[in-house]
């Protein structure tokens, strides 16, 4: 299946500190039958967890298979291999009626603030509408949408709105709304402020803040957006095609990037001050990065090696394993 | 039997509506329904029409002159007479009273045939829809079986074997077209399944039929009930085909079909005969037809997307005024543009952009940065003269090369687009034809606009794309857009953008849609373009990042307006005006994780519309700084920093002091929810 072996140590967790996510040699390939089998897996042998109340932000660039994994944890994509544990409880292929069951602990926020709201229903019977497939009683449903929506920042009165009356960033500011009312300890946002302009983004991501800091979330904080994933984040899990390169605390990865892909991508990140960036232009020219147009690398190896200026026989041969190295866990033969 | 296969549409409204509360969501779609319903005369005739019939029927025992099985020997097979205005029939039975008491009876018939086939129509499509690819290629092969089966011989074949009983015969219909139904709700089903709210349901716990019944159905409701009305037709005019060739129902009841079927007897010796039931029939369906057709035609369906004739009128009406108001000069420098005071406006009065003013030196990249709904996308799409339809430039000056734009004719635009200003877009599959190759699209383009010949033109496309970065040209020359990942293909919509050698791009938003390390690449690009060529740039986005990293000038808009322009050094490292101050405090890229602020400065509320904007300083609703002095409107004045302007009666006084916009803590809430609520009310009203 996969050749990925987590090389952090696995000793068994008191139930107190046990992590409050863990996926495990995740691998998920679309299609079905031989298809699948053929596909080169878009989620290959990824492991990572989060703690409760932690922010893990996982990055890469499209298609690396972040929104899969995001989709696999919360029960949207089926999952060909590896495990998915939430709060000690194996969910990996867990159906509608135990994901009920979690309670509303683990919620979602996506990326598109028009097509996350039932533009045919109001806000309030949307926010209500996890609420009451837990069986809380429409008044109290109501009352408690209602509240949501003033914690928010919004007025009450949306209840009786429909989404088409908000902006975008109210739109996804009530999406974030939806997740809360259940109260949960972990949220996976994918791209939830990347279709939001600055000062609306900064608003939302504020706001973020401000519940994980009130109510000890934990969010899976998927973005495309280094710098964006660095503001929220404790540890950073960067992802090249299905696989983790690197993973650490977020200012280590984005201040002192180890694996090549890494340093490639947040040197790419432009900065709003005109020399450091030229500066920083310099540094990512010298680093000597192929585009990544033409490059599908074949099975087993390195799957950045097309790309790396450090490649070697070696990372054609074999798929290098995470190993510590400075703080992070990195996977790269040479780093 | 039959209703057991069928359950109708209504039910499962009702048993969506059990599990959660009744809201006013749920009749949103109703009430757009309603709203197209009455908005043709036809529409409103047949709706008319088919209240009346059924009103008719029902309350008959009332008001009707005779009894339905009354016969008057004295009149039989007559013509419309005072005692029976519609004649009577072989056994001098009235017709008015005959056709009116058996109304309800056929209509409802009809409805078998309808609840059947829309009932398990919907069904299936939402079943399949739900369950999956391979739930879907059972239930696609079945409906294929049933849509290829005959339905004249199946239909009499059940008459031969179980005779006329004429519900059963309208629901077997039913479920013979039921296939095709399926077919039209499928599409609609399934894009509706992979909403992100079915996702978000999902996560929920809800289960495959919650979903189906919640979030599915009701955005299907519109095509069921065109798709009822359509069908209701085609079931009453089958149940009067079989009447006719003999195959009615049973006699003593009286039906449309009944009567037809009598009436095709006498053909020969009482035409009139045919005439009331088949009028009153032919009415009927029309009525069914024009209700559907009314509720199936798309929104604005008569507002058409191309230009209108008026809009080109006015089109060339405000480029007469301005060529008239304002001669251009024609000494200008060889490649500079110079936008002088451009306002866009939509044709009813409202302003989009107002009084732009910036240039750009020849060889030198302008950035235009703003959030969105300042007007960026206008002002760029104006030197281009590609405003879209019912948005023109209203007053001042694009003046290329000494031409003015704003007053040239579609015509001379015709021969300036492409040769000498191009357009790079967001999108860059827009830019390109899914059609045809990229070396077809290339070489069309570079014969087009450089007149070269066919095998020129083909080396001039390899070498094109080679200048934008693509190592393996040869081969992509041969691959069509979908087979090329975004980032190429946005090269490749700049090589064809070059392939007029441009001496002015306009790029909007170019790497909006990329990722980092490709947009890193695209920008490189351009400035190697930039440097080699000496063209000149207008550049479009809302990433500072990009505008620190490409561009010499920057002019920064808010609310249609330019608020501060200058160099981008002095700008992004020196601010002067606020809204500009806010943009940097606000992006997260501004800061190293080592000093990340707890939380980011934001701007409460949003960018006001362009009807709401004040005469006074635009930006005074969110600024921290708004005092009493800001209540006037606010001139563009020197800001100190080179030839930098800066629209901010405190600019001087905030660079002195030296503030900054500051992260707003928890309190501000409030602020934000009271100017969150004046906005949404103001959508509402
Ligand atoms: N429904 C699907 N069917 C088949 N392949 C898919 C499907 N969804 C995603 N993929 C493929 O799986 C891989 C991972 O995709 P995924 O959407 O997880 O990437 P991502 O990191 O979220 O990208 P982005 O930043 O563009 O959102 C890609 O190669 C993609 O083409
Ligand atoms: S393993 Fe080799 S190819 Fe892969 S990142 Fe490290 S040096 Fe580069
Ligand atoms: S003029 Fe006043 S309100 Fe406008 S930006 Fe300057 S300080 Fe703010
Ligand atoms: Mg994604």
Redesign the interface.
């Given at each position: 299946m996969s050749t990925a072996t987590s090389v952090r140590p696995e000793a068994p967790l008191p139930a107190a500190d046990r992590p409050l996510l863990e996926v495990k040699d995740l691998v998920v390939r679309y299609g079905?039958g031989r298809t699948a089998a053929a596909a080169p897996a878009a989620v290959d042998g990824v492991s990572f967890s989060i703690a409760p109340g932690e922010t893990v932000g996982l990055v890469g660039?499209?298609g690396s298979g972040k929104s899969t994994i995001g989709?696999a944890i919360?029960?949207?994509q089926k999952v060909s291999g590896g495990s998915i544990t939430y709060q000690g409880r194996d969910i990996t292929s867990a159906g509608?009626?135990?994901?009920?069951?979690?309670g509303?602990d683990?919620?979602?926020v996506?990326?598109?603030p028009n097509?996350?709201?039932?533009p045919?229903?109001?806000v309030?019977?949307?926010l209500?509408?996890?609420l009451?497939?837990r069986g809380v009683n429409?008044a109290e449903?109501?009352q408690r949408a209602g509240d949501m929506l003033?914690r928010v920042?919004?007025?009450r009165?949306?209840v009786?709105?429909?989404p088409s009356?908000?902006?975008g960033?109210?739109r996804q500011r009530i999406?974030v709304a939806?997740?809360l009312i259940c109260d949960p300890s972990l949220v996976v946002c994918d791209e939830a402020v990347s279709a939001l302009?600055?000062?609306?983004?900064?608003?939302v991501?504020?706001l973020l803040?401000?519940l994980r800091d009130e109510r000890g979330l934990g969010y899976l904080f998927i973005a495309?957006?280094?710098?964006?994933v660095?503001?929220l984040a404790q540890r950073v899990v960067v992802l090249y095609r299905g696989q983790v390169m690197e993973s650490g605390p977020?200012?280590a990865v984005?201040?002192n990037p180890k694996h090549p892909f890494t340093q490639?991508?947040v040197?790419?990140?432009?900065?709003?001050?005109?020399?450091?960036?030229?500066a920083r232009?310099q540094a990512?020219?010298s680093l000597g990065?192929r585009?990544?147009?033409?490059a599908t690398p074949g099975p087993g190896g390195c799957p950045f090696r097309l790309r790396c200026p450090l490649a070697t026989d070696l990372c054609r041969d074999e798929r290098p394993a995470l190993r510590t190295a400075g703080g992070s866990d990195v996977a790269c033969h040479y780093a | 039997m039959i209703p057991n296969t069928a359950p109708a549409p209504a039910d499962e409204t009702t048993t969506a509506a059990a599990v959660l509360p009744q809201t006013p969501g749920q009749s949103a779609a109703k009430k757009f329904a309603g709203s197209k319903l009455f908005g043709s005369p036809a529409s409103i005739a047949g709706v008319i029409w088919l209240a009346a019939l059924v009103a008719a029927s029902l309350t008959a025992p009332l008001w009707l002159p005779f009894k339905t099985e009354d016969q008057d020997f004295t009149a039989v097979l007559s013509g419309p007479t005072a005692a029976h205005w519609l004649g009577t029939d072989e056994l001098g039975r009235d017709l008015l009273s005959r056709i009116f008491a058996s109304a309800a009876g056929t209509l409802g018939t009809s409805m078998i045939t309808v609840i059947v086939a829309v009932g398990l129509g919907t069904l299936l499509a939402m079943l399949a829809a739900a369950a999956g690819d391979r739930a879907e290629n059972v239930i696609s092969r079945v409906t294929e079986i049933m849509m290829s089966l005959p339905g004249t011989v199946i239909i009499l074949a059940v008459i031969g074997a179980v005779g006329t009983n004429i519900p059963l015969i309208m629901g077997i219909l039913g479920v013979l077209i039921s296939a095709g139904i399926y077919r039209v709700m499928l599409g609609q089903a399934k894009s509706l399944q992979s909403q992100l709210y079915v996702d978000a349901a999902k996560v929920d716990g809800m289960g495959m039929a919650g979903i189906s019944l919640r979030h599915v159905l009701p955005g299907l409701t519109n095509t069921i009930v065109v798709q009822a009305a359509l069908i209701f037709a085609v079931g009453m005019l089958i149940q009067a085909g079989l009447a006719f060739i003999g195959f009615g129902p049973p006699i003593p009841e009286p039906s449309w079909g009944g009567m037809i079927q009598g009436a095709s007897q006498h053909v020969y010796d009482a035409p009139w005969l045919m005439v009331p039931t088949g009028a009153v029939l032919a009415l009927t369906v029309l009525a069914a037809n024009a209700i559907g057709n009314a509720l199936g035609k798309a929104p604005n369906a008569t507002a058409s997307h191309l230009p209108s004739a008026a809009a080109r009128r006015q089109r060339a009406k405000s480029v007469a005024a301005i060529a008239a108001a304002a001669p251009a000069p024609k000494d200008s420098a060889k490649d500079t543009l110079s936008v002088r005071n451009l306002s866009v406006g939509v044709d009813n009065g409202v302003r989009l952009v107002t009084d732009v003013s910036f240039d750009v030196e020849p060889g030198t990249v302008l950035g235009l940065v703003g959030e969105s709904g300042c007007g960026k996308t206008m002002t760029a799409l104006s030197l281009l003269g590609l405003l879209p339809s019912g948005v023109s430039v209203a007053e001042g000056q694009i003046l290329w090369n000494g031409t003015n734009l704003a007053a040239a004719t579609e015509k001379a635009m015709e021969g300036i687009r492409g040769r000498e200003v191009a357009l790079i877009s967001q999108e860059p599959m827009r830019a390109l034809d899914p059609m045809f190759t990229v070396g077809y699209q290339l070489t069309a383009a570079i014969r087009r606009l450089r007149g070269t010949g066919r095998a020129d033109a083909k080396a001039e496309a390899l070498g094109l794309l080679e200048k934008v970065g693509i190592v393996d040209a040869a081969r992509i020359l041969k691959t069509y857009p979908h087979q090329i990942s975004g980032g190429m293909a946005q090269r490749v919509a700049i090589a064809l953008a070059l392939s007029g050698r441009p001496r002015l791009l306009v790029a909007d938003e170019p790497t909006t849609a990329l990722d980092v390390t490709v947009q890193a690449e695209i920008l490189s690009l351009l400035r190697s373009l930039v440097k080699d060529t000496g063209m000149s740039v207008v550049m479009v986005t809302h990433d500072l990042g990009v505008v620190a990293d490409l561009c010499d000038q920057v002019a920064v808009m808010y609310a249609g307006q330019v608020v501060e322009n200058g160099r981008t050094d002095s700008i992004l490292d020196n601010p002067r005006h606020p809204y500009t101050l806010a943009l940097l405090a606000a992006d997260p890229h501004a800061n190293h994780a080592a000093d990340m602020p707890e939380r980011l400065a934001t701007i409460t509320g949003q960018v006001p519309q362009p009807k709401d904007w004040p005469s006074t300083c635009r930006f005074a609703s969110r600024c921290q700084f708004a005092g009493s002095a800001c209540t006037v409107p606010v001139p563009l004045l020197p800001s100190g920093a080179g030839d930098g302007v800066v629209r901010c009666v405190k600019a001087d006084e905030l660079a002195v002091v030296g503030l900054d916009w500051v992260a707003t803590d928890i309190p501000a809430r409030h602020v934000l929810s009271l100017s969150e609520t004046r906005t949404v009310e103001k959508d509402h009203a």
């Open positions: 079905r660039e499209s989709k919360l029960g949207l509608a009626s135990q994901r009920r069951a979690l509303g683990l919620r979602a996506f990326q598109d097509s996350s709201l039932n045919r229903n109001t309030g019977s949307s209500a509408e996890p009451r497939l429409a449903a109501w003033e920042g919004l007025p009165e949306a009786d709105r429909y009356q908000f902006s960033g109210q999406s939806r997740a302009d600055l000062s609306t983004q900064a608003q991501l504020n803040a401000d495309h957006d280094i710098a964006v660095q503001f977020a200012s984005t201040e490639a991508l040197a790419a990140s432009p900065v709003p001050r005109p020399a450091e960036q030229a232009r990512r020219e990065v585009t990544g147009a033409a | -």
